[in-house]
């Protein structure tokens, strides 16, 4: 039996939610005024976390929402936590100040209550909140008929019990909306192998783009183990997943070059063979899930990679006009446009969520990708 290393995440967040509750127990659990919200907190906590490590009870879609909703539980507990523990260093100097005591005794009932707030507000609104982004993208040397052409991109879908199918047909009526040239499709639909594939499938069919509907596969993808499946699949709606090929697309005497390749391993060499998808008298454009084979690609000679799998951080807080989040610690590549010896890259935030349900600084959003003169 082998240790469930895709588990850890999820294992290390149950563990330090538990720590987080009885630290909280020792802390304000004997005391008749936080008695009740802390057996309270505790409790909700014990709950939510038995089906994120017990595995062996039927899935349905309840359980995937329970499952998920521990996690958004044990980062609410986790940031109580903190809180507290910060305003624990305050209180031996306000031991004699009676008007201090008062506030850090007000301060620490806000600490219980904040942390799930915003998580609830992440949870349950702005996880929905789909916006439509528009950048203008520059391309050296761009032809005259690419000028202002028009490519939308949905991404990072991750279509579950978690994001049903009414989300994911909002966000085809938004990508419609925008009458693009192309229309593109960026990976990881579902998140994992029990995921309504098909459904996802049928519904991005509904895509209409002037010069059709392309994509490459993420890494949720090879998880679930359906990228064959997927492939085909999305042929019959007429979806092409390109996987190491290109499509060549003529817009008036100008020729756009779409290559596309699977999520590159980071343990891998990025984009081998990719030079042989470059076509030397067109606009060569890469649809690569992950964004760190931008350098690679910028070396190539690709003018512009499209890519998600980042979620944009997915939490984000912003300090001194500096994003911090979590995604930062193994890409630099996070969320935008990003520009390098003339190359360009843009990184959705993509759709969906993966681990805690939420959204925090990072909304969704529907991509619309403009072509400029650079």
């Keep these: 039996m082998t240790f469930p290393f895709h588990r850890l995440p999820e294992l290390l967040s149950a563990a330090v939610a538990c720590y987080a509750n009885w ?17 309270v907190w505790a409790g909700g906590s ?11 009870i039927p899935y349905n879609d309840t359980f995937e929402w329970w499952r998920a909703m521990g996690t958004a539980w044990a980062v609410a507990t986790t940031g109580a936590f903190l809180l507290i523990w910060l305003l624990r260093w305050f209180q031996a100097p306000a031991a004699t100040d ?16 904040v942390p799930a707030a915003v998580t609830g507000y992440g949870v349950f609104i702005n996880r929905h909140r789909f916006q439509l982004n528009a950048v203008d993208i520059p391309v050296r040397n761009l032809p005259k008929p690419l000028e202002g052409l028009r490519l939308v991109q949905l991404t990072d879908i991750h279509m579950s019990p978690l994001l049903g199918p009414r989300e994911v ?3 085809v009526d938004m990508a419609n ?40 596969l993420g890494n ?27 499509a060549e697309i003529r817009f008036g005497g100008a020729l756009l070059n779409l290559a596309g390749v699977d999520y590159q391993p980071r343990q891998l060499p990025y984009l081998l063979g990719a030079e042989k998808l470059l076509h030397p008298q067109a606009v060569n454009v890469l649809l690569s899930h992950n964004p760190d084979v ?4 910028a070396r190539l000679g690709y003018d512009l990679t499209v890519s998600g799998h980042t979620h944009g951080g997915q939490v984000t807080v912003e300090i001194l006009n500096q994003y911090a989040n979590v995604t930062r610690f193994y890409t ?40 400029c003169a650079g």
Excluded: N
């Excluded at 009676?98 to 209550?113: Q, W």
């Design 332 to 371: 630099r590549y996070v969320s935008g446009l990003y520009l390098d010896a003339g190359a360009s890259i843009h990184v959705s935030r993509g759709l969906g969520t993966i681990g805690p349900p939420l959204r925090l600084g990072a909304p969704p959003e529907v991509t619309l990708l403009r072509l």
């Design 294 to 297: 931008f350098p690679v690609a």
């Design 46 to 56: 014990f709950l939510f976390t038995i089906p994120r490590i017990a595995r062996q």
């Design 98 to 113: 009676p008007s201090r005591r008062k506030l850090l005794r007000l301060a620490t009932g806000a600490a219980f209550a």
């Design 169 to 171: 047909e909002r966000a």
């Design 220 to 246: 949720h993808e090879i998880y679930a183990g359906c990228q064959d499946y997927a492939t085909a699949q999305a042929a019959r709606f007429g979806i092409r997943f390109l996987r190491g090929a290109s």
């Design 23 to 39: 630290k909280l127990w020792c802390w304000f659990g004997l005391r008749p005024l936080w008695r009740l919200p802390v057996m």
């Design 177 to 216: 909306e925008t009458r693009a040239h192309i229309a593109l499709v960026t990976g990881d639909m579902i998140t994992m192998r029990r995921d309504p594939i098909d459904d996802c499938l049928r519904i991005l069919a509904g895509l209409r783009a002037e010069a059709g509907v392309y994509g490459c």
